[in-house]
């Protein structure tokens, strides 16, 4: 009486059944040399007939490294943001539909992604960022997920977004618009910051900047420095441009705390539309999953050795209670 096929199977029911070590079916599951022909063809009728259909964690098994994708955090960045939560687990789900395993490296352990994986997706940017020059010193295909450089990368259009959300508080009226970021001098602020300005100077208004330190805990930290401005000039704005969900979110709470009406009083906008941060929150909506998705298609380019390129994901703003 014959077996049934076992769709469950994985690469080591295939060893024991060929009565073979685990390494002798990975040379013959990748065409690799090492065992006769016989052999192969063998483990290659046992793998038929199991129907073994190889997970992300059976690739990294036979596969070794080469089916690892280090998923790398930028200096400035942190691993308990909500926006970069919500990223890493569509980066996990897109490249487990292409077999790959992702594992998480921390900024301060970058430097061991060479040994432990075969390709990169490095997170944020900043100047001076060292991880290029050691991904391409190692020959380790990679992939950014920020501003353009060189290389491959993909972000969403970041300089447009912000300019929608700030041309539309123009169009509601407003007319003393501040833009509220972290680290507004630094090179990761540029873009979001220059669609701002460029929505100002057509209307003809003046910026005015409220720059926030980084922080673990960006809602808290931009209503304290919101907090702060309207205990010196309760009146100041009449209009806020957030560089994300989070700043939004702190702000929101400060002008409630301070007696000010949203959006009767100042209006408010956000970037990102986070899941339950921007319930209720005028926000640029940004495809994360789309991104997750992008950048994965670039890292098996990369891994290709084709041309490199930037791909910029389209943004939109979505309007609801805070403008």
Sequence with gaps: MSRQPSKT???????????????????????????????????????????????????????????VVGISLGRRDFELRPYYILLYQHLTVALHRQGMVPIFFAHDRTSTLPEQAGAAILLGEFADDPR??????????????????????????????????????????????????????????QHRLGGYRQALDEAGFEAELIDIPPNLDPALTGYRWLS?????????????????????RGCLTALEDHG??????????????????????????????GIAAMSVELLG????????????MPVELVVRETS
């Design 9 to 67: 199977a994985n690469i080591r029911e295939i060893a024991r059944r060929a009565g073979v070590s685990i390494a002798s079916v990975s040379r013959a599951l990748n065409d690799k040399p090492g065992i006769s022909e016989a052999l192969r063809e063998r483990i290659l009728a046992i793998s038929r007939d199991v129907e073994y259909r190889p997970s992300a964690a059976a690739r990294q098994l036979i596969s070794g490294k080469a089916a």
């Design 260 to 289: 000010l009406s949203v959006p009767g009083e100042v209006a408010v906008t956000g970037f990102d539309d986070l899941p339950t941060l921007a319930e209720g929150l005028t926000t640029v909506r940004q495809d994360i999953a």
């Design 301 to 312: 380019e990369a891994q290709a050795s084709k041309t490199p390129r930037h791909v910029s």
């Design 132 to 189: 290029p020059e050691l991904m391409r010193s190692r020959s380790v295909p990679f992939v950014r997920i920020g501003l353009a450089g060189e290389g491959f990368s993909v972000a969403p259009e970041d300089r447009h977004g912000i300019y929608l959300a700030t041309r539309h508080l123009v169009e509601k009226g407003r007319r003393r618009i501040a833009f509220v970021g972290d680290e507004l001098t630094s090179p990761h602020s």
């Design 228 to 248: 702060r401005r309207l205990e010196r000039e309760p009146r100041a704005y009449d209009g806020l441009v957030c560089e994300t969900d989070e700043l939004a």
